[in-house]
């Protein structure tokens, strides 16, 4: 397993929501508190965040454990952005290693992260890849069940999907062929969409400032609102949706 979160709202320094809270991403990569599978996430990292007045998001992403990143630490410290989402990964067996392999993958304006995995890869989900174009499979990111995941979420998105329209299809077509964990996350700079499917997922809204989806919540504040399993959230600075996901 991984985690991540995503933010939009008000400006902020990358360390006010990754490195400083109390049980932030930061600390989750060695301690997280509601991880159901694994204890670790040190196999790689990942933020990516939006500048004012440009829609592409910039990355920085590396292979090993965020805590050993001092180059991360002084980007975390003097980079402030309205939007972001940043992941600490879990490696699944038999997933490709290295910085290509982590969260956020990206695509023009969009950012994405999967927390879970894919059971029965890479050999029993050929029907899964099959529903890609062949250009898409030689576009993997990398070869792990998250790429293939985006890879399927992109698919989608380039097809004209709203990004709930997007996630939600996903889901339902992995959910077809395997038992996944398919806690996704994705965002356009303006929107978050979220899916809740075999593990934790909460958001927080703070009035005036924005709102944060996490795989756990960050701080011991109150607020935080858990999703029930197979759900999926729409959230912008202002506004939230929760709708169940029907397999």
């Known amino acids: 397993m991984c985690r991540h979160l995503a933010y939009l709202g008000e400006p902020v320094a990358i360390r006010e929501l990754v490195v400083e809270p109390p049980s ?6 060695w301690a997280p508190r509601l991880q159901q599978y694994g204890s670790l996430n040190a196999d790689g990292f990942g933020v990516g965040w939006y ?10 992403r590396r292979a090993g454990p965020i805590w050993a990143d001092d180059g991360f630490a002084d980007l975390a410290r003097v980079v402030r952005t309205r939007a972001l989402l940043a992941a600490v990964r879990s490696a699944t067996a038999g997933c490709a290693a290295g910085e ?26 050929g029907k899964l890849a099959a529903e890609l174009p062949a250009q898409a499979l ?9 790429a293939l995941v985006w890879a ?7 097809a004209g999907a709203t990004l709930g329209e997007a996630l939600a299809d ?10 996944a964990r398919l806690n996704l996350l994705l965002t356009d700079g303006t929107s978050i969409a979220a899916t ?3 593990d934790n997922l909460c958001y927080r809204v703070d009035p005036g400032r924005g709102v944060v989806v996490a795989s756990e919540p960050f701080d011991d504040s109150p607020g935080w609102h858990h999703l029930p399993d197979r759900s999926l959230l729409l959230a912008t600075a202002e506004s939230r949706t929760v709708r169940p996901l029907n397999p």
């Open 24 to 29: 932030g991403l930061w600390r989750q990569s």
């Open 51 to 60: 500048a004012e007045g440009d829609e592409t998001p910039a990355r920085y």
């Open 100 to 125: 290509a392999a982590a969260a956020p993958f990206a695509a023009g304006r969009w950012l994405f992260s999967h927390n879970g995995t894919l059971p029965g890869w890479p050999g029993e989900l």
């Open 138 to 146: 030689l576009e993997l990111a990398a070869r792990s069940d998250s």
């Open 152 to 158: 399927l979420v992109l698919h989608r998105l380039r």
């Open 170 to 179: 996903t889901c339902r077509a992995v959910a077809r062929h395997t038992d």
């Open 196 to 198: 809740s499917w075999g």
